[in-house]
């Protein structure tokens, strides 16, 4: 059973390997409310999920470490896992989804573990390591759906309150639910009044469904960019405490997922992974009730694509009014081009691509259309441009 001792003793026994992530102030997230980060991206490997997998394995009997370990992962855990056997001198294996980010498979690989990449998600990355445990006697480390590694995961919720006694809400990343579990434990036990909320990509909604159902389910595909918490089927331990200790668990959009990213690395300089930012998504789109709170956002991890990241802050700035595109209808005469230009200027539009086509098939023959990319500052800037464009009898077309 998952305890409070053994939460205090699994945070004896990071001490050894933990890096400090003391939490940051975050005024703009949302102005209403006193928004706080846990830093969990600043972590050695790059992710909370250290936590567990390295207090698992130390609780591990010589014979099963004999034996060596095997896990399955989007790429955090297997980091985690990773580093605790290479600390502890065992075999490690590893199976991914053969999607999974390079830097992660990678990261995971300099950790000296020995990498299979199975076709798929991370259920079908879990069920090789089943049938690989069973073939070779590995000792199996869970994810998500173990006492010890939940105990791990729950040294987060000691250090929230030793740090910050005083937080009404603790916003957290749901997945399988290991993190969530192990965190609402350990501050439920030590401030019941406390209300701790779970957040979910939409495309990969498991736990919000199991628990709306009643009864742990399966989704038949998942989708988002948060790789990190592209879970079918929550486990049953984590769906049991999320039932019993979390208030809400909600879901974010991948725009507003893409929107978090993007205010974490120009707000506070944080490089955040998906999974990581979907707690900040929730906080800045009010997905739960932080008005007038003292709120933490756990920022789960920091282990993004650098690809990946390029067309992430490509939506964020479009989620966040920061870029617009424009199709204007236009007389192919000479002036009109200088027209648009010159009022661009005057309102402070910066053009990032310009394209200009003289023939289309439902113009008139003498109109063509201009499209223009433009970095803008909010969307009250974008209706300020579009408004004046029309004003001057520019035909703004939606293509």
Same mark, same amino acid.
């Not at 999320?242 to 725009?255: A, H, L, Q, R």
């Not at 003289?358 to 023959?365: G, H, K, L, Q, W």
């Given at each position: ?31 209403? !409310? ?72 990678? !990261? ?42 939940? !105990? ?48 979910? !990509? ?198």
């Amino acid at each position: 059973m998952l305890t409070l001792d053994k939460i205090y003793k699994a945070s004896h026994v990071l001490k050894e390997v933990l890096h400090p992530t003391q939490c940051i102030r975050a005024a703009k997230i949302n102005p209403e !409310a006193d928004i706080y980060l846990k830093p969990e991206n600043l972590q050695i490997t790059g992710s909370f999920k250290v936590r567990g997998a390295y207090y698992k394995i130390s609780q591990l009997s010589d014979e099963e470490k004999k034996h060596g370990v095997i896990a399955c992962s989007a790429g955090n855990h297997a980091q985690g896992v990773a580093l605790a056997a290479q600390r502890s001198g065992i075999k490690a294996v590893i199976c991914l989804p053969d999607g999974a980010p390079i830097s992660k498979v990678e !990261a995971t690989r300099s950790y000296g573990a020995e990498i299979c990449l199975v076709p798929g998600v991370y259920d079908d990355a879990y069920s090789k390591a089943l049938q690989l445990r069973d073939e070779k006697n590995y000792t199996f480390i869970h994810p998500f759906d173990d006492e010890n590694v939940i !105990a791990g995961q729950g040294t987060i919720g000691l250090e929230l309150l030793e740090e910050m006694g005083d937080i009404d809400a603790v916003i957290v990343p749901v997945g399988g639910g290991g993190l969530i579990s192990g965190v609402a434990f350990a501050l439920k036990s030590l401030k019941p009044d406390i209300k701790v909320y779970g957040v979910q !990509a939409k495309g990969a909604a498991s736990m919000v469904e199991s628990l709306r159902e009643d009864k742990i389910l399966c989704l038949d595909s998942v989708s988002t960019i948060a790789d990190g918490i592209q879970v079918k089927e929550p486990g049953e331990n984590t769906f049991k405490y999320c039932k019993e200790y979390v208030d809400e668990v909600v879901t974010v959009s991948e725009d507003e997922i893409s929107s978090a990213i993007l205010a974490l690395i120009e707000q506070h300089k944080l490089i955040s992974e998906g999974a990581g930012a979907v707690a900040v998504a929730a906080a800045m789109f009010n997905k739960v009730p932080v008005k007038g709170k003292k709120v933490v956002c756990l920022v789960s991890g920091g282990n993004i694509d650098v690809t990946i990241l390029s067309r992430v802050i490509k939506r964020g700035l479009l989620k966040s009014g920061r870029s617009d595109t424009l199709a204007i209808q236009l007389e192919d005469k000479p002036g009109q081009l200088k027209g648009v230009s010159q009022i661009l200027a005057d309102l402070g539009g910066n053009v990032v691509s310009i394209h200009h086509e003289r023939a289309s098939e439902d113009s008139d023959i003498t109109d063509c259309i201009l499209r223009i990319v433009l970095e803008t500052r909010n969307f009250e800037h974008i209706n300020e441009i579009r408004a004046a464009l029309t004003q001057a009898g520019f035909n703004i077309v939606n293509r």
